[in-house]
């Protein structure tokens, strides 16, 4: 059956669809992988790379794997695509951006149906949030082809309750987050999901809290399968620790209160109070990488000795690394949390949420500690605790390293292996 198996990976933007789809080719079945943007022999993404600059130079180069031929890929809307990535850049949030945005969304899915028809795929791989309006073209003309929706993120609706959770329990300014939930587009957008998944056949997810919500959504446990990204863990060096008078507690992600930002924030302010008197030999460092926005007052109120370096680029993100010595990460919902296994590789213990879909990999006392959601007492009890336990960050710095390790991309292409299986069994069922 696995001869007549076709397979299309199916983006429009990245994520880490380029693993998904090498993962189907090194079993033999990948069809195509289908994006827009992409670094291939003769495309207008490689012939404008002579006008870029800088970081947008940086981007551009990383849109190729090197394991899928020029020959494996097909484009769709590359133009109108780079025209967006180009808007996105200027104004994350601009309505005449997200309208253009859905629009091509629309045409994209268009053509990706029209390829599907036209090639005999029977089994498509999409992503969340992505992938309505080409379920819908499918579901009425293609009702056989198998929809397997790869859920990069928890479900929105599932999310939503997280993130109003929130805004009861946080003491401080929720006016932002208050208002993008509260948003016509918000809830749209949570109605979309809502069809998109009910109209999925199966699912892929990197964490039992992804698993989670979409059980919440009242899917079959037996539709969905796990599998755990994976990290090029030779891509990392370990932290060096140049300063052993010195600790630096870093945060990477958007800098919002949807990431946590606001209780890393407010154990800072609480840690500075004490510092001074208690550890007056002790010097702290605190690093935010990430979009901020300066309006927010939760920003402008920050203390002055949080250091927000906006958004890092890839080579950036090493040196970060390597000036880290604790990761804070509490996310109020993230489907896994690159960031922290990229700190893990390396060698960089972990504070996290229970929250995100990586806290599974997070054992106390080990490679870092588990805390509570919404709880920015429990940040500052695990800052104090490695302050007055500094001595041991080097043995833990050893435990994330080996965690990072057996955290990788051939394991997740078994896991796909594993689910090509099923997808044989209802292919045969056909």
Not at 88 to 108: A, D, G, T, W
Not at 222 to 249: Q, W
């Amino acid at each position: 059956m696995e001869d007549s198996m076709k397979v299309i990976v199916v983006h429009p933007a990245q994520q880490h669809s380029f693993k998904t789809a090498e993962a189907f080719k090194e079993h033999g079945i990948l069809d195509k992988y289908i994006t827009t943007v992409y670094l291939k022999n003769n495309s207008l993404t490689l012939k404008i790379l002579k006008f870029l600059k800088g970081d947008n130079l940086k981007r551009a180069k990383s849109r190729k794997s090197n394991l899928l031929e020029d020959s494996e890929i097909v484009q769709f809307g590359e133009l109108y695509n780079l025209l967006i990535l180009f808007l996105s850049r200027i104004e994350k949030k601009s309505y005449i951006s997200n309208i253009i945005k859905k629009i091509m969304l629309n045409r994209f899915n268009s053509k990706v149906f029209k390829y599907i028809k036209k090639h005999n795929i029977n089994v498509v791989i999409s992503y969340d949030t992505l992938s309505l309006s080409l379920y819908k073209k499918l579901d009425h003309h293609l009702p056989q082809v198998i929809k397997v929706l790869d859920m990069s993120a928890p479900s929105i609706n599932y999310m939503n309750l997280l993130l109003k959770d929130d805004i009861k329990k946080y003491d401080g300014d929720s006016n932002f987050l208050r208002k993008e939930i509260e948003s016509k587009k918000y809830n749209k957008d949570i109605i979309d999901s809502e069809e998109e998944i009910f109209r999925a056949d199966y699912f892929l997810v990197a964490s039992h809290f992804t698993k989670k919500s979409l059980l919440y959504n009242q899917i079959n446990e037996k539709k969905i399968h796990k599998a755990k990204y994976g990290i090029d863990i030779n891509n990392y060096n370990r932290r060096s620790k140049n300063k052993p008078d010195e600790i630096v507690f870093s945060f990477v992600g958007r800098v919002t209160q949807n990431k946590g930002a606001w209780y890393f924030i407010d154990a800072v302010r609480a840690l500075n109070e004490i510092l001074p008197i208690i550890y007056p030999n002790i010097k702290v460092r605190f690093l935010i990488a990430g979009h901020y926005n300066k309006k927010d007052t939760n920003i402008i109120n920050a203390p002055n000795n949080c250091e927000f370096l906006g958004h890092l680029t890839r080579d950036k993100m090493y040196d970060f690394y390597s000036q880290t010595d604790i990761l804070i990460f509490p996310s109020i919902s993230d489907g896994f949390g690159l960031s922290v296994l990229e700190s893990l590789a390396s060698g960089i213990p972990v504070i996290c949420a229970t929250t995100a879909g990586i806290s599974e990999e997070i054992r106390d006392y080990y490679n870092g500690f588990i805390i509570s959601p919404h709880k920015h007492n429990e940040i500052l009890e695990k800052m104090i605790w490695f302050i007055e336990n500094s001595h041991k960050i080097k043995e833990m710095s050893l435990n994330s390293m080996k965690t990072a390790q057996k955290l990788t991309w051939d394991k997740y292409n078994s896991s796909i292996g594993s689910f090509i299986e099923i997808l044989k069994e209802r292919l045969n069922e056909k």
